[in-house]
């Protein structure tokens, strides 16, 4: 449906035709007679990884809450996804291993509530969304470089694209879509309005990956994240996918290197995660080569705060804001980004710029600011420390602590790290109460087994099932 375009030609651009810029073309598709993707990589017809996307070689986690938004923007993309072999982990505790801040969340024990999560390779993700993209007739795909937008300094405005050839192409409306790297800041300047404040956090990331074939039947689990913590900076994770492979990647923060081989990785895997795990990975064949990447810093671009822009573009996906990669975050930031895109273009053009702008903004803080307490307190990054991120990490920390062995927090925790509920919501006293009441629990029954020496086992702290609740829902996050 096309609504309040007063515009001339009725044809929008889009420079980048990763996840980001697929999502930004699926909408606008409904408001423009045309739409043209220019993406400088080749576009495989494949179900593969291609050479400008470097994450596909690494663990690349699509979240719960990304797979909701992203059926939201291509209907029916689940079910074909499932069709074509994506496991699926629903309500199965056997099919997720998962710690944080070192404790290994609600371990067997089935969850409450809802909770539905799709493991796509990163290549099979991007392609199934480019299949639906480029199916639909008045978008159009160009293998090409964009060199700038065109800027026109009588009205103030970005007017179209220029392209790495010469030529110019006009457009009433330019998205920015071409990744961490965007060269908006610097065009932006030069066009007179200056730069956008840039936040940053040095997380100093660094993956090793190595996809691995482990034999049917060794591992339950699809899913398995352990994240780094405060005295253990190095993490793991393994994704099981569509074509039968693990893709396995051991991580270091804070400049820590992760192992060079995969017999390292595989020493990590046996000091962070279940012995069950450990010795699948080392019965395990390595596939292809190990691949490594850097991830220094990351960055949220604050177009929210500049005073002016020019109207006629607007920047999207990871040209924005680009989150530490460990959490898992960005395609569903983007399938976010694009439904705020299609709310504010269904309430006209005017002011669109600034508007999108805000609404990016509101989405992006809850995340950015989680992710900077735990990177910041957790996770040895460098960057600012509000007075307030060491005792909201210290009540983090008890609640993760008593969620290991209580099903209702630990999914209290799962939805709100998987985005599925809103980052803003404190958990309600009743939450607050189980978590005193479990580390409780859990400090006596430490203290009777140093006084007798045995095992008065942690399993005494377990919640009873009695106690187990159904945990209140609330909103989705922004
Ligand atoms: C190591 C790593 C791991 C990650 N892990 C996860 C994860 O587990 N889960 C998750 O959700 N997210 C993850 N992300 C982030 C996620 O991959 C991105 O958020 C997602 O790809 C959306 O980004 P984007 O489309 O904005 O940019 P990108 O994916 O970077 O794509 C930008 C596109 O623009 C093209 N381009 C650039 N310049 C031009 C130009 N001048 N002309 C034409 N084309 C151009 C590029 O070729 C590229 O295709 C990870 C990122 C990294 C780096």
Redesign the pocket.
């Known amino acids: 449906m096309r609504r309040n375009l007063q515009s001339r030609s009725h044809h929008a651009v889009v ?9 930004a073309a699926r909408v606008l598709s409904d408001h423009f007679d045309r739409v043209t993707i ?4 080749e576009l495989p017809d494949e179900p593969v990884n ?1 050479s ?5 070689l ?6 719960a809450r ?1 797979a909701q938004e992203l059926e939201s923007v291509f209907p029916g993309l689940l079910a074909d996804m499932v069709d074509a072999g994506v496991p699926v982990i629903e309500n199965r505790p056997e099919s997720i291993h998962f710690s944080a801040a070192g404790h290994v969340l609600g371990t067997g024990q089935q969850m409450l509530g809802e909770f539905t999560a799709y493991v796509p390779s ?1 290549g099979h993700l ?1 392609w199934q969304i480019r299949n639906r993209v480029l199916s639909i007739p008045n978008v159009s795909v160009a293998r ?4 700038q937008p065109r800027f026109d300094p009588a009205t103030r405005s970005v007017t179209g694209v220029v392209l ?1 050839d010469g030529e110019t192409v006009a457009a009433d409306l330019v998205v920015e ?7 908006l800041p610097v065009w932006l300047e030069e066009w007179g309005f200056g730069r956008p404040r840039e936040d940053q956090i040095q997380v100093g ?1 660094t ?1 090793a990956s190595q996809r691995v074939h482990i034999p049917e039947g060794l591992i339950a689990e699809k899913m398995v994240v352990c994240g780094a913590a405060l005295d253990r900076p190095r993490g793991m ?1 393994m994704l099981f996918h569509e074509d039968g492979i693990w893709i396995v990647t051991a991580f270091g923060v804070a400049k820590t290197e992760p192992p060079r081989d995969f017999a390292g990785i595989c020493a990590l895997a046996e000091t962070l995660l279940p012995p069950h795990i450990s010795a699948a990975l080392r019965a395990g064949d390595p596939v292809g080569k190990m691949n490594f ?1 850097r ?1 220094p810093t990351r960055k949220w671009r604050r177009y929210d705060k500049m005073a002016e822009l020019p109207s006629g573009i607007i920047p ?5 804001a ?2 530490n ?10 399938a976010l980004q694009a439904n705020n895109l299609r709310a504010v273009l269904d309430d006209g053009t005017d002011n669109l710029v600034a508007r999108l702008a805000k609404a990016t903004a509101r989405t992006t803080l809850p995340v950015w600011l989680m992710n900077a307490v735990a990177d910041i307190e957790e996770h040895g990054a460098q960057g600012p420390r509000p007075w307030w991120y060491g005792p909201l990490f210290g009540l983090f920390k008890q609640f993760v602590g008593a969620a290991e062995t209580d099903p209702v927090l630990a999914e209290w925790f799962l939805r709100r790290t998987s985005l599925l509920d809103s980052l803003w919501v404190v958990p309600p006293p009743r939450l607050v109460g189980r978590a005193i009441r479990n580390n409780v629990r859990l400090w006596r029954a430490e203290r009777q087994r140093m006084h007798t020496g045995g095992s008065a086992a942690a399993h005494s702290a377990v919640v009873p099932a009695a106690e187990r609740t159904e945990p209140t829902l609330s909103t989705p996050a922004e």
Do not use: K, N, W
């Open positions: 420079i980048g035709g990763s996840i980001a810029g697929l999502c220019y993406e400088r990589d291609r400008a996307i470097p994450q596909g690494h663990v690349h986690l699509l979240m990304g990163r991007e090409q470089v964009v060199s790495d879509a071409s990744g961490r790297g965007s060269r990331v993956y994770g990447h991830y999207f996906g990871d040209a924005v680009s989150l990669p460990t959490f898992g975050q960005g395609v569903t930031m983007a």
